[in-house]
């Protein structure tokens, strides 16, 4: 039986370049938002959900956190990290000169990683938001009488049949975007493709008020432990201002001991602890 993977789409994102190299022999199902691509895991239609989290450069997707918070919990069973190249398309009719465009469309994320790019190289430059960079690079390729770019990658470029004038425009060069993994089994078993950097646990912790001295009794609990942190967020419960929760990613598995001594000390302290998942984290 094929595995079916929904993804946010469309074709040629970074979204279906994780999902083509994780899951390469799965069905590949694109949707046009976040919270579809859930939903559909969550209601049987798709077996996994890949879902974008944080850029390096722009930070974390929000959406993604609460809606799976707030909306639909799925565990997390696992997140693909891939790196982010950004290139600079045009139609082919005018790959001689670019520098003429006088737009440049794109995800409104892809278009602040490439700043400085389009502020030395296209300065003035009308800069466009869209759904995606893979959607930027099909409105370029549907219009060949506009003198317009898309920023996108190299399949999206191949996709739409479009001209690379500019490779690498990235301000950072260092920059990946990590994706979720979700599925209604936290047991489920993944395709052990790409390579392996460990195992992360992601908690949400839920102040039972506003207090001194709160986040350092969450904080020491994982410290005199000797637990590594990679990543502390906090975002709002939506509940009324002052109200917030803490998104904590932990470099190691739940296990027996060191985790649930972490849940039972803050809990009885008056917190709430959810676990949102135990994973493997790859890069592909």
Not at 93 to 112: L, N
Not at 168 to 180: G, Q, V
Not at 225 to 254: A, C, H, Q, W
């Amino acid at each position: 039986m094929t595995i079916r993977v929904g993804y946010l789409g469309p074709e040629a994102t970074f979204t279906n370049m994780a999902v083509s190299r994780f899951f390469p022999e799965a069905e590949h199902v694109p949707y046009r938002t976040i919270p579809d691509c859930i939903d559909a895991a969550a209601n049987d239609v798709v077996d996994f959900a890949v879902v974008p989290l944080e850029n390096a450069i722009e930070g974390s997707v929000n959406i993604t956190i609460d809606y799976l918070v707030h909306e639909q919990t799925l565990p997390i069973v696992g997140e693909i990290t891939v790196p982010v190249q950004q290139h600079l398309l045009v139609h082919p009719q005018h790959a001689q000169v670019w520098k003429d465009v006088y737009a440049v469309h794109s995800h409104p994320h892809a278009i602040a990683q490439c700043h400085k790019f389009l502020n030395q190289e296209l300065k003035g430059v009308t800069v466009r938001d869209m759904t995606s960079t893979s959607a930027a690079a099909q409105f370029v390729m549907e219009h060949p009488e506009e003198k317009i770019a898309a920023i996108a990658n190299e399949a999206a470029a191949e996709k739409y049949g479009l001209s690379i004038v500019q490779r690498d425009i990235h301000t950072h060069k260092n920059n990946h975007t990590r994706f979720l993994v979700l599925h209604k089994n936290e047991q489920v078993e993944l395709p052990r493709n790409g390579e392996r950097r460990g195992t992360k646990t992601t908690l949400m912790v839920t102040l039972p008020s506003d207090y001194a001295g709160a986040l350092y009794q969450v904080l020491s609990a994982f410290a005199w432990r000797k637990l590594n942190l990679s990543k502390i967020e906090s975002r709002p419960m939506k509940t009324g201002l002052g109200n917030y929760f803490f998104l904590i990613d932990v470099e190691k598995e739940y296990d027996d001991v060191l985790l649930p001594g972490v849940r039972m000390e803050l809990e009885a302290l008056g917190f709430s602890v959810t676990l949102l998942g135990s994973y493997s984290s790859y890069w592909v």
